[in-house]
C-alpha cells in the first residue's frame, strides 16, 4: 500500500498539473486565510442593533472575535451556548457563535447553517470563504488552485480546499456560491498534496 499510495499521488499530480486557473481569478490575500478576520466584513441579512462573534472561552473578555458598533448604553451578556460553528475541539475555545440584538432581544447564531442564514445574500470575498467554510472548505493563497477568486453580478467563484483524513490529504475544488442564495456547488480538481506529518490523536 506503501508504494501503491505515491504511485496514485503522482498520477493524480501529473493529471493536476495539466489543468490551469483561467487567467480571470486573481489571488486570494493571505490574510483572508484567517476566519477569525472575515468576521469584520459580514454585512447581516438583517438590520440588527448590535452582534458580536464569540467563542466560548470562559474569560467574556477574551471570548469577543469581533463586535460591530453599538451604542454605549447597549450592553450584551448572555449565557454561552452550548454549541456552535466551527467546532475544532471538545472544551473551551473550540468554537464560535453570533451573539446578536434585535428589537432589543438577544438573538444567537450557533450553528453552520444559521451563519449562512445570518449573511444571507452573498455581498463580498470574505463572506463567500465563511459560506465555504461552513462546508469544511478552506483556501491556501499560496497555491493558484487552493487560493484564487472571481466575482460577477451572480456568483463568486473560488479555487479552495479540503483536507481529510490522517496523513491529511488534500483535494483542490472549484466552489462557485450563489450571490442572492448563498448556495453551493463544488467541482473537485483532484488530489494535489499528503501530509506526511499528520499525527492521529
Known sequence: ???LFPALLLLFSMV???KAVPSDFKKIPEILD?????????IPDKDYAYWRVLSNDTDYEKAVIYESQAPEFMTINEPVPEKGFFQKCIGNNCFSYILACKNERPV???SEQQLRDFIGTVDNLPEALLIAATYGYSIDPKNRFTGSYKMDEKHISIYGL???GCPAVK???LITINRKTG???AKSNGVYARDENCISL
Open 1 to 3: 500500500m506503501r508504494v
Open 16 to 18: 493536476f498539473g495539466q
Open 34 to 42: 484567517n476566519i477569525d478576520l472575515l468576521y469584520p466584513f459580514i
Open 108 to 110: 444567537y447564531f450557533s
Open 162 to 164: 479540503q483536507s481529510k
Open 171 to 173: 483535494e483542490s475544488f
Open 183 to 185: 448556495k453551493l456547488e
